[in-house]
């Protein structure tokens, strides 16, 4: 039996096991280990300090560290997402639709698990803690497997979630860590179809791509996020500044953060300087620009046909000029990952068409792309923000994690 074998065996098992706990139980479970999170405070921390010392040694970037860095923030932060986890409503038992038939059958159906979820991420170890919650809240089991950058993160947290099941009777497989994070390994989990019923993989392009060439898992392809700002030609000007300044610098290095900008012709030899000054007073961008736009900025670079599809996770922006909102539109939809995407405009049946013809997960009107995420939506935590279309869209929370199935009660009826 391999290491994934093993695995697996356990999680089906302990995906049986949470048909017995109860939604009171299950939210008991949850507020005890965010405060178990808390308290091995320092703990996590030393550990997360040999990942960000061992992913220094390797050349890591200052922007990836971040994704990789905790504090006593980010705990506090991850505690707070589990209580929220906690405190919404379980959709499991929840009747989806209830009827009698012509044949006198009772037919109700109901949300009930997914059974054993698997999944693939890298770099930020809050994803375990976030992935567990919703999985635990909707009765799944689920197999992590984060990146080698950070084990050590991984592992502190994961100890201290099988430990809080553990003290509660309950078994402690209901979440398991890969330690072995070669890609042998990964490509084994990703193939395992006797005991996982979905993976859900959360990073790079990269990591996308494999899973789709590799993976004999059901899965829903999450996170690349190609993000897109539209200035319209009738925006107001310092709103978009200050919008499109937070969507790419904020934080640069998540999937909701702003990588190509499309600014309307007639507004982009006023918008542009105006942009490109602002931005320098709060961090220097290097944007990559089509000939027109280069015209009216100071310090870019010409843009390649690669920048236009790139997710760059760095202060680097592509910027686009079109002369109509069809074009706008029509490029969006070529080059983006389907994530998020942003006009900013006063037109309001230019922004009913943008959103109605734009194809993505969230399409925002005069807002920060910034905002797609399961905590800011009311979700409460998310294990990814899916940019496909089948079965979930957009941030995932519990009823993401969850199936149907029907239930029928019968007096005798036999089919004629």
Not at 70 to 81: K, N, P, Q, T, W
Request: net charge negative.
């Amino acid at each position: 039996m391999t290491y994934i074998d093993e695995l697996g065996r356990k999680a089906k098992k302990a995906s049986l096991s949470l048909t017995k706990l109860g939604t009171a139980e299950k939210n008991q479970i949850l507020r005890q280990a965010a405060e178990n999170l808390l308290a091995q405070t320092d703990y996590i921390l030393a550990e997360n300090a040999h990942d960000i010392a061992n992913a220094k040694e390797h050349g890591i970037s200052d922007i990836m560290a971040d994704r990789l860095r905790l504090d006593a923030e980010r705990i506090e932060g991850i505690a707070e997402g589990v209580r929220q986890v906690a405190d919404l409503q379980d959709p499991i038992g929840q009747v989806v639709r209830g009827y009698t038939n012509l044949n006198g059958l009772k037919i109700v159906q109901k949300r009930v698990p997914l059974g054993v979820i698997a999944m693939i991420f890298e770099s930020r170890p809050n994803v375990s803690v976030d992935a567990f919650s919703l999985a635990f809240k909707t009765s799944n089991a689920i197999i992590l497997r984060g990146g080698r950058d950070a084990i050590n993160s991984n592992k502190a947290l994961v100890g201290v979630l099988r430990k809080t099941l553990s003290d509660f009777g309950a078994d402690a497989n209901i979440v398991q860590l890969v330690e072995d994070t070669s890609h042998a390994v990964a490509e084994e989990l990703m193939q395992a179809v006797d005991y996982i019923d979905v993976l859900i993989p959360r990073g790079s392009a990269r990591l996308i791509q494999t899973v789709k060439e590799k993976s004999k898992v059901p899965f829903i392809e999450t996170g690349v996020g190609n993000v897109h700002i539209y200035v319209d030609k009738s925006a107001d000007l310092d709103m978009a500044v200050n919008i499109v300044i937070n969507a790419k610098t904020s934080r640069p290095s998540v999937c909701n953060a702003a990588e190509s900008l499309i600014v309307h012709e007639k507004i982009a030899e006023q918008f542009l300087p105006k942009l490109e000054a602002a931005v320098q007073k709060v961090q220097p961008v290097e944007f990559r620009a089509d000939p027109s736009a280069l015209a009216f900025l100071q310090n870019a670079k010409p843009a390649s046909e690669k920048d236009y599809g790139t997710e760059f996770l760095d202060y680097i922006m592509s910027v686009k000029t079109v002369g109509t909102l069809d074009e706008a539109i029509s490029w969006i939809n070529t080059y983006s990952s389907h994530h998020s995407e942003s006009i900013i405009t006063r037109d309001l049946v230019s922004a009913e068409r943008f959103q109605d013809e734009v194809d993505s997960a969230a399409v925002y009107v005069n807002a920060s792309t910034r905002f797609t995420d399961g905590f800011v939506f009311g979700l409460g935590a998310e294990i990814g923000i899916s940019t496909q279309k089948i079965h979930a869209r957009g941030p995932m929370g519990l009823e993401a994690l969850t199936s149907t199935k029907f239930y029928i009660n019968g007096q005798g009826q036999i089919r004629e």
